[in-house]
């Protein structure tokens, strides 16, 4: 029962994060490139929500759980500068960086964009490790599931615009700015949550 509760809120909150995402974006203006440039409290009130969802679902006692969140907090930080910078570039948005892109070498440049697809992955690894550290077993089924969800969360979106035929065009960048691809990479990511409360290990009172 707890699993199948844990999945079904998972995709709620999954959705409302895609929803808040894309009220933002029309409230600051859907056309443009303005979107990419100011801080979206989205990000945040995302976070929150899944972290609050899944400490309902991984048992440790108060001092673990405390220490779990603060690992947590650090480590989605650094992956949000990190994927925020290698977006710019994977993007190349705004006059700004026309002007980078002529100055810049091009095995640099596309360095620094295509790193996207190598930290992408880094976020259910890094959850992996931290979970690990903390002694919860996650399945490894669990976590190549989880990566791959997020690598193919672009071409489905880029699918499910198409189908809606919502605002702009379906590619990569729309994916994002729509909110189409954030449901598909929150429960990609809770996978491995509900992966570790199939180990009955991890369910151990005060684990």
Same mark, same amino acid.
């Given at each position: 029962?707890?699993?199948?509760?844990?999945?079904?809120?998972?995709?709620?909150?999954?959705?409302?994060?895609?929803?808040?995402?894309?009220?933002?974006?029309?409230?600051?203006?859907?056309?443009?490139?303005?979107?990419?440039?100011?801080?979206?409290?989205?990000?945040?009130?995302?976070?929150?929500?899944?972290?609050?969802?899944?400490?309902?679902?991984?048992? !440790?006692?108060?001092?673990?759980?405390? +220490? #779990?969140?603060? &690992?947590? *907090?650090?480590?989605?930080? %650094?992956?949000? /500068?990190?994927?925020?910078?290698?977006?710019?570039?994977?993007?190349?948005?705004?006059?700004?960086?026309?002007?980078?892109?002529?100055?810049?070498?091009?095995?640099?440049?596309?360095?620094?964009?295509?790193?996207?697809?190598?930290?992408?992955?880094?976020?259910?690894?890094?959850?992996?490790?931290?979970?690990?550290?903390?002694?919860?077993?996650?399945?490894?089924?669990? !976590?190549?599931?989880?990566?791959?969800? +997020? #690598?193919?969360? &672009?071409? *489905?979106?880029?699918?499910? %615009?198409?189908? /809606?035929?919502?605002?702009?065009?379906?590619?990569?960048?729309?994916?994002?700015?729509?909110?189409?691809?954030?449901?598909?990479?929150?429960?990609?990511?809770?996978?491995?949550?509900?992966?570790?409360?199939?180990?009955?290990?991890?369910?151990?009172?005060?684990?």
């Amino acid at each position: 029962m707890n699993k199948k509760i844990a999945i079904v809120t998972l995709i709620l909150i999954s959705i409302l994060s895609g929803i808040i995402w894309r009220i933002e974006i029309e409230y600051h203006g859907w056309y443009g490139l303005t979107w990419i440039s100011y801080f979206h409290l989205t990000i945040p009130i995302g976070f929150l929500l899944f972290m609050f969802w899944a400490n309902f679902f991984i048992q !440790l006692t108060t001092l673990k759980r405390a +220490l #779990l969140n603060i &690992s947590a *907090l650090v480590y989605g930080l %650094l992956i949000y /500068i990190s994927l925020r910078y290698s977006l710019v570039y994977l993007f190349g948005a705004g006059p700004k960086m026309t002007f980078e892109f002529l100055e810049t070498p091009r095995w640099i440049w596309h360095l620094k964009g295509f790193s996207t697809f190598i930290i992408i992955p880094m976020i259910p690894v890094g959850t992996f490790y931290i979970f690990k550290a903390f002694g919860k077993i996650v399945p490894l089924k669990s !976590l190549l599931i989880s990566i791959i969800g +997020l #690598l193919i969360s &672009s071409p *489905l979106s880029m699918v499910f %615009l198409e189908l /809606i035929n919502d605002k702009g065009k379906p590619d990569a960048i729309h994916t994002i700015k729509s909110g189409v691809i954030i449901p598909i990479c929150m429960f990609s990511i809770g996978l491995l949550i509900i992966g570790q409360m199939n180990n009955t290990g991890n369910n151990k009172p005060g684990h």
